[in-house]
């Protein structure tokens, strides 16, 4: 079983529906991250949390927000969808400080 | 300028080849991320290193750290290596530690012909 999951794998929705995207991890660490991948882009740092309930912004947090209820799960919501959110959303985490990151499968979300 | 800059943006090899993927950054960083993104979508973490070098299998990653330059190599290259390699780099913070977050390079897509 995959240690990251994320659900939804693959959503098409409408400008202004609201959306959650969930991420699930079994390896225990306390680290969560989600990013959007753009074509000809590099990953960009949507949200960040260290812990339950601890929530740092990104370099592009407009237009979403996320939670932390419980350390295996950080979910990603967007409010008001739009077009230009249209991308490929991988959760990861990483374990303390300065270590690798492990990647989720990514969700690829369009919005129409 | 993009903080990290990767080489060459695309790339098409014959089975068996040496090939060389090459990544530059602007920043002070503790450390740097070698990743391996497969057609699909997922990522996967191949090395982290903050000097010299590491092997793993056919992979080697290297880094300069005074000229701010790190290779990742492959030898005798498959078509199952082929994939978009990405480069992310994790930057020194103002108060001199290292920052809890990656910077990343837009990635070179490797494709090996058999």
């Known amino acids: 079983d995959a240690d990251v999951t994320q659900t939804p794998r693959n959503r098409i929705t409408k400008t202004g529906k609201r959306i959650m995207l969930e991420c699930s991890q079994t390896k225990g660490h306390d680290r969560m991250y989600w990013y959007r991948q753009d074509p000809g882009l590099g990953l960009r740092l949507i949200y960040y949390s260290f812990d339950v309930k601890d929530i740092n912004k990104g370099e592009i947090s407009d237009g979403y927000s996320v939670s932390r209820q419980a350390q295996a799960k950080f979910s990603l919501s967007l409010e008001s969808a739009i077009p230009n959110q249209t991308a490929l959303y991988f959760c990861a985490t990483q374990r303390g400080s300065y270590n690798e990151q492990f990647f989720g499968p990514g969700t690829r979300l369009t919005v129409l | 300028k993009n903080e990290v800059e990767q080489s060459p943006q695309n790339l098409t090899a014959q089975e068996g080849e040496f090939i060389t993927i090459n990544c530059s950054y602007s920043?002070?960083?503790?450390?740097l991320h070698w990743l391996q993104q497969h057609p699909g979508g997922g990522i996967v973490s191949l090395f982290m290193?903050?000097?010299?070098?590491k092997k793993h299998g056919r992979l080697i990653a290297t880094i300069n750290i005074q000229e701010k330059h790190s290779s990742l190599h492959i030898t005798a290259s498959h078509p199952r290596d082929s994939a978009v390699y990405i480069c992310?780099?994790?930057?020194w913070g103002e108060g001199g530690g290292a920052t809890n977050k990656l910077i990343f390079g837009t990635g070179t897509l490797l494709a090996v012909q058999p």
């Open positions: 920043v002070g960083i503790s450390a």
């Open positions: 992310a780099v994790r930057p």
């Open positions: 290193l903050s000097s010299g070098k």
